[in-house]
């Protein structure tokens, strides 16, 4: 096929099917290698295929995939295929197999030079899920889904990339579950039965090789944690990145950002983290202060420490051309920066203007930008949030037509980058920019403050990320709908392997109404990373921005965040261990419930917590669904029986949620900030007559539960009797005061020690 070369011939190429029957189907032009290897990955099979091309010796590299033995080398076009391993102790390493048949019936061809085509069944009943960050339901079944990072500043259904590409897949069949990770950072649409014929395909564009892992038969647990196996888990966060965080699209100065850490201490309103946009900058030079507007940094820094803040700073990837300024005279000292096809330096604009841009696939750079973080450690900078990085260009569309069917060549692309294999187009390796750039990122901290865990917040990713960094799913808009959309996106990416991540409450664009605030606390409070951000050209949204009624209101949903500290912190050791999220779809628990399974907008909040908001302008009460069992309003009143639809109402202060019987979830005592969780008594409060639960601790900071420094419990309570039983004990905690609450009577107890 003809090399399509400008953005011209892309529009002509719209023309060429790519999608369809198989009698429509473009020629196969494959030549290269190519083999096929199973393993059993935490108990899942797993089938690993690998195609290169011509010329080269196997599939290029893998940055997602993590620890795995990847078997004794390659294979010619002619040998392909196997039989699943049978043996179940090679947990992870792969086997050479030769399938006759690959899972879902997959087929796949290389279409032209720079195009790749996979065609899968997606029998009729089957439920899609996953892909990481969809503007979408939780069923991303009957349309296309465009991987390939971009800043979509509206979010609007038309527009289809958003800012993170996770390309795994999660297909429900007949209760079992199955997988499809497409590992390759370049360009990839997939079409789930868009022409309602039970068929989907897949389309890369690359010129390199690429490898692909199926999962198949197991349930939605199973399935993640060898998922997750492969691709990584998040490190325990530091306690205090898990508080409420004030954020702005820009607090103009450190008198504005005192003032409105002083407004939370006087309103007694719990938070952890003041956030600062790109204005603290000079001129929006990264890792440079603005020496009018933020002349006392340090000090104001200081204050806020004092009284229990901890300050995240934005750090975009831009880096401002500018022959005085020392990050760019280094950088283009020792060649840093990406460069154009014909060798030229590329520049884009953006906030400082024309602007250079590291390239992060190289190690050497990243060591470079790391080091740089040095500025942010002398400063007392507590985390770091890394934005624009897919990379974002101002006043620049998507860089690739959404229906193109080409990769150009690389004159065509914005860019060039350089990793293992050499010289490469951007586009091929685009949704790795801010996935390397976080990494870089959290590696700098980890080495710069060895003995604390980093805290990195990432707006672009590809799979593993979770590794490096929490995210947030970009500017989002102060829309109910976009209220309503939060629930099935953020449980898409916990599907993803990520599973710290949340939306901006109250919403980043346009003007957020009492109401809306209100309500979106409700359940913001329940996202895994739980933060108040705006632009500065809307209407304010802290919390005591509209009436007394909304500040209390929003006041309670925090405290009641700050309650659950040590049952979120919980959740954050089981998806180390498990991979599981932290919010959940209602299948995960309830996999035979196939009412459960159509809906998404409700949440498990960890295994003990249902969460049923109001997501509708004006609505007071909403028709609520529980699965089996018996459910506790989470602030009181008769239980309900579950298995059935209840019509419940939710005033506007009221935690819109449910709790399981038999259940038992540690509460901290009310307080202002993470830093007094270690002293405050918790209360075990005990749902039913019979009830099981786990208590973890941990210093909140360190790595020191790597090494077994941390402390687990077994919580029992039968027979009117609550109890105790030590499962690990590492870490020598200060002293508290420990109770457990049963039918609201409450009682001291002392935690069985080592």
Request: charged share 25%.
């Amino acid at each position: 096929m003809k090399q399509l070369e400008s953005p011209t011939d892309w529009l002509e190429a719209r023309k060429i099917k790519t999608r369809g029957r198989e009698d429509q189907r473009p020629a196969n032009i494959f030549q290269g290698g190519w083999q096929v290897e199973t393993a059993e990955v935490q108990g899942v099979q797993v089938v690993k295929l690998s195609a290169w091309l011509k010329g080269t010796d196997s599939a290029p590299q893998s940055y997602a995939v993590v620890e795995a033995d990847f078997g004794d080398g390659a294979s010619d076009s002619e040998n392909g295929s196997a039989v699943l391993s049978a043996d179940a102790n090679a947990a992870y390493s792969w086997t050479k197999a030769t399938l006759e048949k690959l899972p879902f019936n997959m087929e796949w061809q290389q279409s032209s030079e720079s195009r790749w085509n996979f065609y899968f069944n997606l029998p009729v009943e089957s439920v899609c899920m996953g892909l990481g960050e969809r503007l979408s339901g939780f069923n991303l079944r009957g349309r296309v889904h465009t991987l390939f990072n971009y800043s979509d500043d509206v979010h609007v259904p038309t527009l289809d990339p958003l800012y993170k590409s996770i390309p795994f897949l999660i297909i429900r069949h007949q209760s079992q579950y199955h997988g499809i990770f497409l590992d390759s950072p370049a360009r990839q649409r997939w079409s789930l039965d868009v022409d309602l014929d039970e068929t989907a395909g897949i389309e890369l564009l690359s010129r390199r090789g690429w490898t692909m892992y199926m999962f198949s038969n197991t349930s939605l647990p199973d399935l993640l944690a060898s998922y997750t196996a492969l691709t990584g888990r998040s490190k325990l966060p530091p306690t205090w990145a898990l508080g409420h965080h004030q954020s702005r699209w820009s607090y103009p100065d450190e008198k504005t950002v005192l003032e409105v850490a002083q407004e939370f201490r006087a309103r007694k309103i719990p938070c952890d983290a003041i956030v600062l946009d790109i204005d603290y900058m000079d001129e929006y030079r990264v890792f440079t202060l603005s020496p009018d507007r933020f002349a006392n940094f340090k000090d104001m820094v200081s204050r806020l420490q004092d009284n229990k803040f901890r300050v995240v700073a934005i750090v975009d990837p831009g880096v401002k051309k500018d022959a005085k300024y020392f990050v760019y005279r280094d950088g283009k000292k020792h060649d840093y920066f990406c460069k154009k096809a014909d060798g030229k330096t590329f520049y884009g604009k953006v906030w400082p203007g024309q602007s250079v841009f590291p390239d992060f696939l190289r190690e050497d750079v990243r060591l470079w930008w790391a080091a740089l973080h040095g500025f942010f450690i002398e400063n007392n900078i507590s985390g770091i949030w890394n934005d624009m990085n897919e990379p974002c260009l101002l006043g620049q569309g998507c860089p690739l037509p959404l229906d193109a069917i080409e990769l150009p060549k690389e004159h065509h692309q914005l860019f060039m980058q350089h990793d293992g294999e050499g010289d490469v187009g951007h586009f091929e390796v685009r949704n790795l920019y801010g996935f390397q750039m976080s990494r870089s990122t959290y590696e700098g901290l980890r080495a710069l403050r060895p003995d604390e865990r980093p805290f990195v917040l990432t707006r672009a990713g590809y799979a593993g990320v979770q590794r490096y960094a929490a995210v947030w799913l970009g500017d989002n808009m102060s829309w109910w709908e976009h209220l309503a959309l939060s629930v099935p996106m953020l449980l898409n990416v916990g599907l993803s392997g990520v599973p710290f991540c949340g939306v901006d409450v109250g919403g980043f664009g346009d003007d957020c109404t009492p109401e809306l605030l209100a309500r979106w606390y409700a359940v913001g409070m329940f996202y895994p990373f739980f933060r108040n951000h705006c632009s500065k050209v809307g209407a304010e949204q802290e919390p005591w921005a509209f009436s007394q009624r909304v500040e209390d209101s929003v006041r309670h949903f925090i405290e009641t965040r700050y309650q659950l500290l040590p049952y979120i912190r919980n959740l954050f050791w089981e998806h180390a261990r498990t991979g599981a999220p932290i919010m959940r779809p209602m299948i995960w628990d309830y996999p035979e419930d196939h009412f459960a399974a159509e809906i998404d907008d409700q949440f498990l909040f960890g295994r003990d917590i249902l969460v049923t908001p109001i997501l509708k302008r004006g609505q007071r009460e909403r028709s609520v669904y529980l699965p089996e069992g018996i459910w506790h309003p989470y602030e009181g009143g008769a239980p309900l029986l579950g298995g059935q639809l209840h019509k419940v109402a939710f005033e506007l202060d009221e935690v819109p949620a449910f709790v399981r019987d038999g259940a038992i979830i540690p509460f901290v005592d009310t307080i202002q900030s993470t830093d007094d969780y270690e002293l405050t008594p918790i209360t075990f409060k005990v749902w039913g007559d019979q009830a099981i639960g786990l208590y973890l601790d941990d210093d909140g900071i360190s790595f020191e539960y790597e090494e077994e420094g941390y402390n687990e419990w077994l919580l029992r309570f039968e027979d009117g009797e609550f109890r105790s039983d030590l499962v690990n004990f590492g870490y020598i905690a200060p002293e508290r005061d420990y109770f457990y609450e049963h039918n609201g009577k409450k009682q001291r107890v002392v935690l069985q020690r080592g």
